[in-house]
């Protein structure tokens, strides 16, 4: 994988990760490097000794940071691992078909089949905006591309596919720890379909599993992403309406820590909701989908 061929994401370091969580304070944590550099004592040792923290504490941060660590090194991949992608996937750029919103698929013209309309959203008339288009089916070893990074590169990948937390639907979800109030951008082209911003930044346990403000937005071929964690009432500066036409790398939030959440991250997904409910209210099963490391500024038609 290219990821060999990229400068490796930094490691998480235990203090980092002991107050990322909590359970020491900046003071505290600088504190105890001061009494390591002296000692040479393990930095867990040291906090336990000062009565900060506990061995089970210790143990289960520790077995956190070589979980973070396997999988930034793995998953994280889905950023480092297409670098290139966007110039392949915009090197023969397919244009949205304005007229009856039908996209055109490379599958489709090869196999001599006329071109049909495949769903998802409508590229407003306004919009002649190049666009490679989403594939009908994603598998883990064929993911969607096309999608740009929702940081723009900021955090690290906390949680990735089949984590402890991203089972059943949410399978093929990411995590990307960052702090309150980073800006959020669209990964993709799409239509605004739902939004929610008044929720407090308290995080939770699952209890509070329904209770996050979100962005979602629907693609083509009937693909939706939703942006999961949002800050209270970041709506009021980003000022986003329900059926608006956002563009790839345009701001549509602000991260934060509503509803079920152990720390400040943003959510990410893909979903393909069933062909038999072309809108459903509720998030369908997410879909493998890769997040290229950049995008190009969009193209449009002359």
């Known amino acids: 994988m290219l990821l060999t ?34 000692t040479h004592l393990k930095l867990g040792e040291i906090l336990i000794q000062q009565g900060l923290i506990s061995h089970q504490q210790l143990q289960q941060v520790l077995n956190e940071q070589r979980w973070r660590n396997v999988v930034t090194a793995v998953l994280l991949s889905v950023s480092a691992l297409v670098a290139d992608l966007p110039r392949l996937v915009y090197s023969q750029p ?118 996050f403000n979100y962005v979602w937005l629907e693609h083509d071929n009937g693909y939706r992403s939703a942006y999961i964690h949002l800050q209270k009432k970041f709506n009021r500066n980003v000022n986003l309406k329900i059926g608006q036409w956002v563009d790839a790398q345009q701001l549509i939030g602000f991260s934060g820590n509503s509803g079920w959440s152990s720390g400040p991250h943003l959510h990410v997904e893909v979903q393909k909701p069933e062909r038999a409910k072309p809108f459903a209210k509720k998030f369908s099963k997410t879909v493998p989908f890769e997040i290229a490391g950049y ?7 002359p």
């Not at 995008?295 to 038609?301: D, M, S």
């Open 5 to 38: 061929q990229r400068k490796r994401k930094k490691k998480v370091w235990l203090g980092e990760l002991l107050v990322q969580k909590g359970l020491i304070s900046p003071a505290e944590l600088a504190h105890a490097l001061t009494e390591q550099r002296q």
């Open 94 to 211: 397919i244009p949205y078909h304005r007229s009856n919103s039908t996209v055109i698929t490379p599958d489709s013209v090869s196999a001599g089949n006329s071109p049909k309309a495949m769903g998802g959203a409508r590229l407003p008339k306004s919009h002649k905006r190049y666009q490679a288009p989403l594939q009908a089916y994603a598998t883990v070893t064929s993911p969607l591309r096309g999608f740009c990074h929702p940081l723009k590169g900021q955090g690290h990948l906390s949680q990735g596919i089949r984590g402890q937390t991203h089972r059943g639907r949410m399978e093929y979800a990411y995590d990307l720890a960052v702090n309150i109030g980073t800006p959020v951008y669209a990964m993709r082209s799409g239509k605004v379909i739902a939004i929610r911003d008044y929720y407090p930044d308290n995080g939770g346990s699952q209890s509070k599993s329904s209770r």
């Open 295 to 301: 995008c190009p500024t969009a193209r449009f038609a």
